[in-house]
């Protein structure tokens, strides 16, 4: 049974700073895998989606990794801003998809 | 615009009193997935459809129950509703191996 963990859980940081959040995943035999955003009471936005034959996708100050031989994947958040706090959820589709827990992330002006 | 739409967005119930969440999608998605989200517990897979007539168990199947006779609808049934089903649940749907949509969400309370 694939299982998705995301460290650190939250994560406080000032305004400007470059950042990393980490998602590992147990079953290295996925389709694909996704980083998403949720704002506070609402719905999940896709930010990246990495194909499993992929190493990486950029999208503006967003970049993802991923490393299917290890089970792990990366978003790097460059610069960030106020407007960069939500909690970020990482996701690995196999038939079925599994959620990591998510980081809370806090960008303080 | 493209969109998955949820309804209601809110939906108070008491125990046992049979329900549906409808769940509908503009973009001709083939797969359609419903989630429940809990604190602590994260998001949570209840079912998936890969297309109509085709429905597959995710993580959490177990009190809920699906059907997709149209390409557009997905709609999540709860025959009877349990306090322990009281949760936030999304809908999503995306062309098969590509970017998931979601819906608002449903927040359903079961008294």
């Known amino acids: 049974k694939q299982e998705v963990t995301q460290i650190p859980a939250a994560l406080s940081v000032p305004e400007g700073e470059n950042l990393v959040l980490n998602c590992s995943f147990t079953d290295s035999a996925i389709y694909n895998l996704q980083w998403f955003r949720q704002d506070p009471g609402k719905g999940l936005t896709s930010l990246l989606l990495?194909?499993?034959?992929?190493r990486e996708q950029t999208s503006g100050r967003l970049n993802a990794s991923l490393d299917k031989s290890s089970g792990r994947s990366t978003l790097y958040i460059a610069a960030s801003q106020p407007g960069d706090s939500a909690t970020y959820l990482c996701a690995v589709k196999n038939n079925d998809m599994r959620f990591g827990a998510g980081t809370r992330l806090t960008v303080k002006p | 615009e493209a969109q998955v739409t949820q309804n209601p967005r809110y939906l108070i119930t008491v125990t046992g009193k049979k329900l549906t969440v409808t769940c509908s999608q503009n973009m001709n998605h083939e797969y359609m997935s419903w989630y429940r989200q809990d604190p602590g517990l994260g998001l949570r897979q209840i079912y998936y459809s890969m297309n109509v007539e085709v429905t597959d168990k995710g993580d959490v199947p177990e009190g809920y129950k699906v059907s997709r006779k149209e390409k557009r609808n997905f709609p999540l049934i709860l025959e009877s509703p349990s306090p322990n089903q009281t949760s936030l649940y999304f809908c999503a749907s995306s062309e098969q191996g590509r970017t998931l949509h979601f819906g608002n969400g449903t927040r359903l309370t079961v008294t």
């Open positions: 990495i194909q499993s034959s992929q």
